[in-house]
Nanobody
Framework: QVQLVESGGGLVQPGGSLRLSCAAT????????VGWFRQRPGKGREGVAC????????FYTDSVKGRFTISRDNTNNMVYLQMNSLKPEDTAVYSC???????????????WGEGTLVTVSS
């Protein structure tokens, strides 16, 4: 069964850091672009970051540039989102998703995880 499972969310103070993990089961991540998305309270879903199959981060939304880093570990079938200098406006449910194999970050994402909640608050 193809599945994505996120972990690593929680409560953190402003200025703190968290690392989110996205684990794939039932398929191999190697050939899939993987994106992180978030949905903030009362807002629609937005793309946060994406990494291509060539292991090159290809997208960061402007509000996280310089603070968030996406990376992948194909050996362990994992993708990570390192989040530093967190702000209250980063509070959201973060989800990972994959686009079709051998595609890129501009393609529609079709497999989604359930999400993990990140709360940035003092």
């Amino acid at each position: 069964q193809v599945q994505l499972v996120e972990s690593g969310g929680g409560l953190v103070q402003p200025g703190g850091s968290l690392r989110l993990s996205c684990a794939a089961t039932g398929f191999t991540f190697d050939y899939y672009p993987v994106g992180w998305f978030r949905q903030r309270p009362g807002k629609g879903r937005e793309g946060v970051a994406c990494i291509s199959t060539s292991d090159v981060p290809t997208f960061y939304t402007d509000s996280v540039k310089g603070r968030f880093t996406i990376s992948r570990d194909n050996t362990n079938n994992m993708v990570y989102l390192q989040m530093n200098s967190l702000k209250p406006e980063d509070t959201a449910v973060y989800s990972c998703a994959t686009a079709p194999p051998y595609s890129d970050c501009s393609t529609d994402f079709h497999t989604w995880g359930e999400g993990t909640l990140v709360t940035v608050s003092s």
